[in-house]
Structures are given as structure tokens and as C-alpha cells.
């Protein structure tokens, strides 16, 4: 179909301001208008048609046949006008700039069936084609109108997992809110987010205390501690309590509006499959064009001047580019809108042609392969006097199984021997700390109240109880410290750590599936690394040791992806064949890589190969089936066997075939993200604040 890969309509990006306004609805204006188009179009061809063969194959009179060649011809005049000046904008526009494209072949066969049409009209010598001109026209335009659309579904796409961003309440001088568009805040301003909300702005938090879920942004499964200082992100989730950001940056300069505009980069940056495609493309349409002049030329002397010119037209309009000017960028941005699902941002429609040929799939230990979830690996209790451990331990249990505390699933796992019953009698959520909670022992009838959350949060620095207790844990910096207060006394300090990531162990089986072998870099002791079940377990690896390795394995023939979050990742992901940086991480791993990740289920990874390898497939047989369409159409219409109508109807039926095996690639798309497992809310402390 007619969309060059050269030469579409104005970039995407030039029609938007800021990521909210780029989702456009089905409802749009424009695009309705275009839709619009092309059905007036698609009437006036079908009908056309069918006139023009009733006139074919009818005994009428040489009157009705001009009044009937004159309403086909005012028909073809109102296609030309609905569609002609963008065909022909288009076509100038990458002509000057150098190009040949086929906007080009579309005119040729415009021109010729609108020349051949007029001479049998004038003459009564032969047939009129007026019909094929409106054909040609919804063809191009049907084209460009899936091209857009596919170039907007991938950048609405970046945005379908971060709602409610196009508004904010803004505090006045006096403190009062009001609401505003996202494009009106500032830096510096100060916006107020209510309890259950998305925050709209990035920026550092001015009053309040909360726990923030930054799954959407960051990957992390944890809801953090918000406090006074610490950074928050545009599209992440106020929990339990209010907070006011002020702004850090404008309401077009977030986070959010850079992955926008990452994406919009990765639709205008052609992959190498493409750009070797639209150099294909340039030799494609002068040789068709030779073709029809040699076949002109040649049935001229042959037959006749009406039969060459017949015979030529149906060499032009045979023709189908499609493949070259439509299949190859439709099926690359139908897999950067899935990939963008998903959060994987890639930078470059090339890194879906890069990764769809890896053969080795490395990945960094902590951070990266590890999950959120917490399991407790040390515990203290140092209960009250006459309190029984089990007694203590049985408190926390059922207060966490009530709320959903930080550390709920930890506790949860904990086994007591002996359980005393336990009556929760008021439960109160502490925004940003944990929770407190007055409770009941059924065994002796005695009340107590119990907090438990955040260490740091819940001890005063100079409690030397406190400080006794927690230094019978000695904290690595990538645990936290949980700890509970009986009456105002501490009693409990626990030193909790992440496990491999849930999704690892089916992730690992489907990346075997694919063919690919796994390796897990690691800083870390072996004893903590083998258990991740890679095929192999390179530990205590210095950032150097990494890049080396993934340099030597390029150096034999391999095609490595390495996924990491750190900064000692970054080389690594540098010199990998495809980088993917965990945004949950350091902000350098993430820039260094060729895709941005704003995930974390490590199912992600292969599901992201098989999309790529089924788009570069879907790209490959596109031009393998259209090469084989080419040569026998276009020997077959040289061969004088074909009528001008039939070409265009078998060009426009093989322009469909195209289309749809590069937009099946979309898929069931929506029903994958529907089926998507939920985000988990579980909690931690923020590791550093500002």
C-alpha cells in the first residue's frame, strides 16, 4: 500500500506538545476525517468499477458511452482532489530531498490511466480506466492512514500504563488547591497529591510522609517511604497519605515525557533491515518503469499503439511496493508499540532487529534477578518480662495478617510452635512508618499496644534500648531493618533481604525454549549466585570483568544481551549486541542501554525475543512473498495476459495481504496486557534520601 518508509506524514512528535496529548482517542477529529476520506474514495471506486465493466461488456450507444466515460471521469476528478495533494506533497517533498519512492509509481500509474482513459473517452478506441485512478488513491492514502496509525499506537503505547498525568491540584500563595493542566506547572511549584492518587509531577516532596508505589516507573514491586527531601516520579502512586511535591521540572519535562520521546526517536530512527529496504526501493521503481516503457515500445511495434499502451498499464499498476514502502516499518513500529506495553522503551527500531538474533542472554545478579519480595534472614525478640516469645511473635502475625504492613509476607512465613489467641481491637495505618495496633491476649485478658514498621522510623536516635537491640544485626546495605515496640518498648529487630525474582525460574525455561543460553554476572559470592540455574555462573566480577566477558563472547561469534541495573553494569551493557538497562536502577545503566526497562517480571524477556523474531519473520517473508509477486506479475502483465483493472485489483489484494501479516504482529495485544499479572503492593524503606 502507499506509505513510503521515507517520506510519511509530519513526524509524530511535531503534533504533540506533551505525552498525554500524543494518546488520541479513536474519536480524534483528524483521523475520523481521513477515515472519512477513504470511504467516499472506497464508494467511488466500487462504483466506478462496476459502471465502467457494465459499459465493457454492454451493447451501448456511443452518447451513452461519453456521458458515462464523462460522470466516471468527474469521479476520478473528486478522488484526485480528496487524495491527490498529499500523494503529491509527498512525493515532491522526497524528490527534492533526493529520494525516489513510491509515491512516484502511484503518479505513474495515475497519469497513465488517467492519459489511456482520456484517448479512449475522445477517440472510442479502446477502454477508459477511470475507475483504476480512484483504486489507486484509497490504495496510497488506506496505506498512509495505517502507516500513522501504527506510528501512534506505538507512542500511545508508552503511555497506556500511566493514567491520570494530564492534571494537578497546584497550591495558590494561600495554600489553597486548584487544578491545573500539566503543562501549566512550573518548577518550583508546589502540588498537593491526595491519598490514592498518581503523582503528575516529578519533583521532591515539600510536607508529608507516605509510601509510594513505583511500579508503573521503576519496576519496583516495594511501595517506598516518601518522606520531607525524597524524589518522586511523575506516574507513580500515593498510598496511604497526602503529600506535596513541589516541581522540579516543568509539566513537558518529566520522566514520562523523555520515555515519549524515546519512543517517538525509535519510530524515526530505521532499523538496518529498513534502510537496506528503501535502498532496494530505490532501484525497485526505475526498473518497473523501464519495464513498462520496454513493454510499450516493444507492443507498439508488435501490435498497435492502444494494445501497447494497454499492455504497459498493467505492468505500472501491477507493481507492488508495498512491501517495500509499508510491511517493513508497519511490522518494526507494531513491535516497538508491544514493546512499549510492557515497558521496554527501545531507543531504536534497529535494537528489534538486533534482538531478535541473540544466542546468549546474560544477566546481573542483584538488583536485576533478584525480587522485591522480603524474607526475614535474622531475628531478635527480647519479649517482656512473663511474655512468652511465641506470645510476641503471635502479636505481630495477626496484625500483619490485618493490614498490608511492610513486612506482612515476611512475618506471615514465620513458624511459632505455640499460638495464644489474639483479639486486634483498633488498627491504625502510619503513613510512611507502619502501623500501630491495641490487642487483646485471650489467655489472660490483658491489653497491649503494639507498633511496627520502619527501624528508623520507629526508634528515637538516643533510645539506648533500641540501640542495644539493633546492634545484634549487622546490616548489609542491600537489607532492611524491621522492628516492632510492646508498650512503647522495643522488643523485636529483624534484618530481611530480597530472594531471586518469582518469574525467574519460568524466564529461564522460555529463554532455553528460544534456543539461547544463560549466564549470570555477578559481584556477588558464588554461594549466592548458583542458585539462579543458569547455564552458567561467573561471580566476584569486577564492571571490567563483565565487559570483558561479553567482549570476548562477541569476539566468537556470539550475539549477547546482557540485562543489569547498575553502574557497574554499564560497561557491559555498552558493548553488548543489545543493552537492557533496568530504570530501577542506576540512571547511567538505563541511558547506556539500547532499551530502557520500566518492568520487572523477567518473563519479559524472552516474550520481548519472540516478538522481535516475529517481526524481523513477518519482515523477511513480506519481501520474499512480494519479490515472487513482482516477477511473475510483472511478467505476466509484459506478456500482454492482463487487463489494467485486474493488475490493480491483484496490487491492491496483495497490498492487503501485506498490511495484515505485518499488523498481526499487534497480536492480541490488549488481552496480554489485561492478562498481565497485577502489581504486587508490598513496602520498604527508602534506601537514601536526599
Known amino acids: 500500500m502507499g506509505a513510503s518508509s521515507n517520506s510519511n506524514e509530519p513526524r509524530v512528535g511535531s503534533e504533540v506538545a506533551s505525552p498525554p496529548a500524543c494518546v488520541c482517542s479513536d474519536s480524534d477529529p483528524v483521523n475520523l476525517a481521513d477515515w472519512w476520506r477513504i470511504g467516499v474514495g472506497a464508494v467511488i471506486a466500487v462504483n466506478s468499477m462496476m459502471v465502467s465493466v457494465a459499459v465493457d461488456v454492454s451493447d451501448v450507444s456511443e452518447v451513452e458511452r461519453s456521458v458515462i466515460y464523462g460522470i466516471l471521469a468527474l469521479l476520478a476528478g473528486v478522488a484526485i482532489a480528496l487524495f491527490g495533494p498529499r500523494l503529491t506533497a509527498n512525493a515532491v517533498r522526497e524528490l527534492r530531498n533526493g529520494h525516489l519512492t513510491i509515491e512516484a509509481m502511484f503518479i505513474a500509474g495515475i497519469v497513465a490511466a488517467m492519459c489511456a482513459s ?13 475507475e483504476v485512478v480512484a ?7 488506506l496505506g498512509q492512514q495505517l502507516t500513522r496509525q501504527a506510528r501512534d499506537r506505538a507512542l500511545r503505547s ?9 492534571r494537578c491540584q497546584v497550591l495558590d500563595d494561600e495554600g489553597s488547591p486548584h487544578e491545573v493542566l500539566i503543562d501549566e506547572v512550573k518548577a518550583g511549584d508546589l502540588v498537593r497529591v491526595e491519598p490514592g492518587s498518581t503523582i503528575a509531577v516529578d519533583g521532591i516532596v515539600d510536607r508529608g510522609e507516605a509510601f509510594v508505589r513505583e511500579a508503573e516507573m521503576t519496576g519496583e514491586h516495594f511501595a517506598v517511604t516518601k518522606r520531607v527531601g525524597s524524589k518522586v516520579w511523575a ?92 510491511a517493513t516499518p508497519l511490522a518494526l513500529w507494531a513491535a516497538l508499540g508491544r514493546l512499549a506495553n510492557r515497558g521496554l522503551l527501545v531507543r531504536g527500531a534497529d535494537a528489534i532487529e538486533r534482538l531478535a538474533q541473540i544466542d546468549i542472554a546474560a544477566f546481573d545478579k542483584t538488583g536485576t534477578l533478584t525480587d522485591s519480595r522480603t524474607s526475614i534472614l535474622e531475628i531478635f525478640v527480647e519479649p517482656p518480662e512473663g511474655m512468652a516469645r511465641d506470645t510476641l511473635l503471635t502479636m505481630v502475625r495477626h496484625i500483619e495478617k490485618a493490614t498490608n504492613h511492610p513486612i506482612a509476607d515476611a512475618f506471615a512465613r514465620l513458624e511459632i510452635r505455640e499460638e495464644d489467641k489474639v483479639e486486634i481491637l483498633e488498627l491504625h495505618n502510619q503513613p510512611g512508618v507502619g502501623v500501630d495496633a491495641r490487642v487483646r491476649l485471650s489467655t489472660n485478658d490483658t491489653e497491649h499496644k503494639l507498633r ?3 527501624l528508623d522510623s520507629l526508634f528515637a536516635p538516643d533510645d539506648q534500648d533500641a540501640r542495644r537491640l539493633t546492634e545484634r544485626i549487622k546490616t548489609p546495605t542491600q537489607d532492611h531493618r524491621i522492628a516492632a515496640l510492646l508498650d ?57 570483568d563483565k565487559r570483558e566477558e561479553v567482549e570476548r563472547l562477541i569476539g566468537e561469534g556470539h550475539r549477547v544481551l546482557f540485562v543489569g541495573d547498575g553502574v557497574n553494569d554499564a560497561s557491559a551493557l555498552a558493548v553488548s549486541h543489545v543493552g537492557v538497562g533496568l530504570t530501577s536502577g542506576a540512571e ?8 530502557a526497562w520500566y518492568g520487572s517480571d523477567l518473563l519479559t524477556i524472552p516474550w520481548a525475543i519472540s516478538v522481535s523474531r516475529e517481526a524481523l519473520s513477518t519482515v523477511r517473508g513480506s519481501l520474499v512473498l512480494a ?10 502483465a509484459a506478456a500482454g495476459w492482463l487487463h489494467p483493472v485486474a493488475a490493480t485489483l491483484l496490487m491492491t489484494c496483495s497490498s492487503l495481504v501485506v498490511t495484515w501479516r505485518s499488523l498481526t504482529i499487534l497480536g492480541d495485544e490488549q488481552e496480554e496486557i489485561e492478562a498481565s499479572p497485577p502489581t504486587t503492593t508490598e513496602y520498604r524503606e527508602e534506601a537514601s534520601t536526599p
Open 588 to 595: 547511567l545503566a538505563a541511558e547506556v542501554g539500547d532499551i
Open 118 to 130: 482520456a484517448v479512449a473517452a475522445l477517440t472510442g478506441v479502446g477502454d477508459a480506466y477511470f
Open 488 to 544: 512503647d518498648r522495643p522488643v523485636l529487630v529483624a534484618r530481611v533481604s530480597e530472594q531471586l525474582h518469582s518469574s525467574w525460574g519460568e524466564s529461564l525455561v522460555e529463554l532455553r525454549n528460544l534456543g539461547l543460553s544463560t549466564i549470570v554476572m555477578t559481584g556477588d559470592i558464588e554461594q549466592r549466585a548458583k542458585p539462579s540455574g543458569a547455564d552458567r555462573v561467573l561471580a566476584m566480577m569486577s564492571p571490567e
Open 135 to 141: 483504486i489507486l488513491l484509497v490504495v496510497y492514502s
Open 627 to 636: 519479490l515472487a509477486y513482482n516477477v511473475v506479475g510483472l511478467t505476466v
Open 452 to 454: 511496627i514498621g520502619v
Open 158 to 166: 508508552t503511555l497506556q500504563w500511566m493514567p491520570e498525568l494530564t
Open 235 to 326: 506516574g507513580t502512586h500515593c498510598l496511604d497519605a497526602m503529600l506535596v511535591v513541589r516541581a522540579t521540572v516543568g509539566g513537558g519535562e518529566r520522566r514520562v515525557d523523555k520515555i515519549v520521546e524515546a519512543v517517538e526517536r525509535a519510530c524515526n530512527n530505521p532499523a538496518r533491515i529498513q534502510s537496506q529496504v528503501d535502498r532496494v526501493a530505490q532501484l525497485f521503481l526505475p526498473i518497473v518503469a523501464l519495464i513498462a516503457l520496454v513493454t510499450f515500445v516493444l507492443w507498439g511495434f508488435i501490435e498497435s499503439w492502444t494494445v501497447a499502451l494497454f499492455n504497459s498499464m498493467a505492468v505500472l499498476l501491477i507493481a507492488c511496493p508495498c512491501a517495500l514502502g509499508l
